[in-house]
């Protein structure tokens, strides 16, 4: 069974800083692997899809990679600002969707 | 505008009685998907739709039903709600289930049984 795991699961940054998000997945038969963003109480809102057959997708100052051998993604957030705070979460697709469990990010000004 | 539509999105119900949660979606998507949300336990899947007529079990099917009687269309059904049903529910859909497809959720719906 997938098993998809975000790491670490919260993390505080000041404004300006570059950082990284990681997921990880147990079995690398998947379709594809999207990011998310959640914001407290809110639906879930699509960042960036990668396909099996990718090795990254960028939008704006996001840029999400996926290493299908190694199980391992990470979603790169450029000059972070207060407003990209939210639990950004990653689900994995194979012949089951699996969600990891999100990193809540907190960009302080 | 394209979107999944999920009503209703608050709900305060009591044990036993029955209810439906909605989910409509205008993108032709041939794939829809129902989730549970509860703080500690992720995203959970409760039971998904390939096609019309086509459903199968997620991860935690049990004490909800569902239908697909037409394409746009995946109500979530609580025949007897029990206080362990509270949570927050999202409805989600894609163009097709394998190969590519981009998901879309709606905005939730919070259920809260007493």
Redesign the interface.
Known sequence: KQEVTQIPAALSVPEGENLVLNCSFTDSAIYNLQWFRQDPGKGLTSLLLIQSSQREQTSGRLNASLDKSSGRSTLYIAASQPGDSATYLCAVRGFQLTFGKGTKLSVIP | EAQVTQNPRYLITVTGKKLTVTCSQNMNHEYM?W?RQDP??????IY?SMNVEVTDK??VPEGYKVSRKEKRNFPLILESPSPNQTS?Y?C?SSLDR???????????S?LTVL
């Open positions: 998907s989730y500690g336990l992720g995203l959970r899947q998904y997620g991860d927050l999202f989600a394998g190969q590519g497809g981009e998901l879309f959720f709606g905005e939730g919070r």
